[in-house]
């Protein structure tokens, strides 16, 4: 099963366009997206516009794919799920976002194994055609690591024992 997701904010139809129409291209029926307050409905793939925090964590335990926008939320559930994760950022200058902070995390997160990334639909298509080459970079912890509790400490209490 596919799950895609936009984050619970705002509509992603750039996105679930290019999902809807690989899904009715090649005929996947094991595609359920989270849409948002869309303007596109999907006609191939199955839908809601929400899903409560319960419902969410079922179809991303679920999925055997995570395709999101880039958004943490969504990307460190994949990783701590242990599941792969294909990215596509929503762009500023197409006012899908107030600027590229999601354009700036797709490409670290990539460099690091972390994402596979599609940084328009033409991509996302194509790297949709090619599911089976995504794997997952190992399931994360669910909290963060010592080393970085222990800098952000000293930052913010820069006069107390560590």
């Given at each position: ?33 989270q849409i ?107 909290h963060a ?17 560590r």
């Amino acid at each position: 099963m596919i799950f895609v997701t936009v984050g619970a904010q705002m509509a992603f139809d750039r996105m679930v366009r290019a999902v809807d129409q690989w899904a009715g291209e090649t005929g996947r029926t094991d595609v359920f997206a989270q849409i948002g307050p869309a303007e596109y409905t999907p006609q191939h793939v199955e839908h809601a516009g929400f899903l409560e925090p319960p419902q969410f964590a079922e179809r991303a335990r679920a999925a055997d794919v995570i395709v999101a926008h880039a958004g943490m939320g969504s990307i460190i559930t994949a990783l701590t799920l242990g599941k792969p994760i294909l990215v596509m950022p929503r762009r500023g200058d197409l006012r899908e976002t107030r600027n590229d902070h999601q354009v700036a995390t797709a490409k670290r997160l990539s460099e690091l194994g972390k994402v596979a990334v599609a940084m328009d639909e033409d991509e996302l298509i194509e790297r949709l055609g090619r599911l089976e080459e995504l794997t997952a970079s190992g399931a994360i912890g669910p909290h963060a690591q010592d080393s970085l509790i222990a800098a952000v400490r000293g930052v913010v209490f820069p006069t107390q024992d560590r």
